[in-house]
């Protein structure tokens, strides 16, 4: 399966990445919404996107809202994974389209948590 991290912040998309590696995702990367959208619209393909909420050049609120827009890009999962924690940013997330909201700091377990809800978790962990 294939991941989208779009963050403006490059370690955060390492750690983002890096907690999608042992979970089966390849992932691709983006600094702001608008590379993300270049990228979508170039032809990647994507089962899960996680994003940021404040980047330069576009927003991921925008971001959620231009995919929703887009017939060809529902089937993708969108996750926020940003520090904005206050619940008035959380239902407006959700009501842009996003799926699944996660805070930042967070574990890789939290992510896995969270892609476990959607049933996302391309491969079993191994004990």
């Excluded at 959700?94 to 959607?118: N, Q, S």
Aim: hydrophobic share 45%; aromatic share 6%.
């Amino acid at each position: 399966m294939r991941a989208l991290v779009i963050d403006d912040s490059r370690t955060m998309r390492r750690i983002v990445s890096g907690a999608l590696h042992p979970l089966g995702f390849e992932t691709y990367e983006a600094e702001h919404g608008r590379a993300a959208l270049d990228l979508l619209e170039d032809g990647l393909q994507v089962e899960l996107a996680c994003i940021d909420w404040n980047m330069p050049v576009m927003d991921g609120l925008t971001f959620v809202s231009e995919v929703r827009a887009n017939p060809a890009w529902r089937s993708i999962t969108l996750m926020m994974v940003t520090t904005e924690s206050e619940q008035g940013q959380i239902v407006r997330a959700l009501a842009a389209g996003a799926h699944e909201y996660l805070i930042k700091p967070f574990t890789p377990d939290a992510i896995r948590g969270k892609l476990d809800l959607l049933g996302l978790v391309a491969v079993e962990e191994h004990a």
